[in-house]
C-alpha cells in the first residue's frame, strides 16, 4: 500500500502539471449590469410582428421545402459529371484478338472437357496446348521492345 506522503506528493505533482499546462485563454469580462445601456421608448418592442424573409431565419427555422428546393438546385448546379466512359479497347489485329482467346478460352475448354469428362480425340487436346503456347510466344513477340516512360502511371487528365 502507499503511503498518504506518497499520494500528497502525487496529487500536488498532478495539481502543479494541470495549473501550468499551455498557455491559458485571456477572457474579457462581461459588462456588469451598471454598465449596460439603457433603452430609450425608441428602443422598446413594438407589438407588431416584423416580417422575416425565409433567409433571414436562422435555417432550422426555415421551410423544409424551400431549404430542400435550394440545396437541391446547389447540388446540381456542382454535382460533377464526368465524361463518357471510352469504348472497349478492340484488337489491332484479328491475330492479336486469337492470341488473346488462346490465353483465355484454351484453358477453359480443356477445363470444361476435363470436368465433364467428354472424350475427345488427343489432337484436340494437343491443339488446345498449342493455342495457348502460341497465343502467348505471340504476344511476347509483339510486345514493345522500348521501356515505357517511367513517370507514364496511365492516368488521363
Same mark, same amino acid.
Given at each position: ?86 469504348? /472497349? ?7 492479336? @484478338?486469337? $492470341?488473346?482467346? !488462346?490465353? =483465355? +478460352?484454351?484453358?477453359?475448354?480443356? &477445363?470444361?472437357?476435363?470436368? /465433364? ?7 484436340? @487436346?494437343? $491443339?488446345?496446348? !498449342?493455342? =495457348? +503456347?502460341?497465343?502467348?510466344?505471340? &504476344? ?18
Amino acid at each position: 500500500m502507499s503511503r498518504p506522503e506518497d499520494e500528497s506528493r502525487t496529487e500536488l505533482a498532478w495539481r502543479e502539471i494541470v495549473e501550468n499546462f499551455g498557455e491559458r485563454a485571456v477572457l474579457d469580462d462581461p459588462p456588469s449590469s451598471s454598465e449596460a445601456p439603457a433603452t430609450t421608448s425608441d428602443d422598446a418592442p413594438s407589438d407588431a410582428p416584423a416580417t422575416l424573409s425565409p433567409t433571414d431565419l436562422p435555417e432550422h427555422l426555415r421551410d423544409d421545402d424551400e431549404v430542400e428546393r435550394r440545396e437541391q438546385a446547389i447540388a446540381e448546379a456542382e454535382r460533377f459529371k464526368p465524361p463518357p466512359a471510352p469504348p /472497349l479497347p478492340v484488337p489491332r489485329t484479328w491475330e492479336r @484478338g486469337l $492470341a488473346w482467346a !488462346g490465353i =483465355f +478460352v484454351a484453358p477453359v475448354i480443356a &477445363l470444361v472437357i476435363g470436368l /465433364l469428362s467428354i472424350y475427345v480425340h488427343p489432337l484436340v @487436346g494437343w $491443339a488446345l496446348v !498449342g493455342w =495457348f +503456347v502460341g497465343g502467348f510466344a505471340y &504476344l511476347v513477340f509483339v510486345m514493345p521492345k522500348a521501356p515505357r516512360d517511367p513517370w507514364d502511371d496511365g492516368s488521363r487528365i
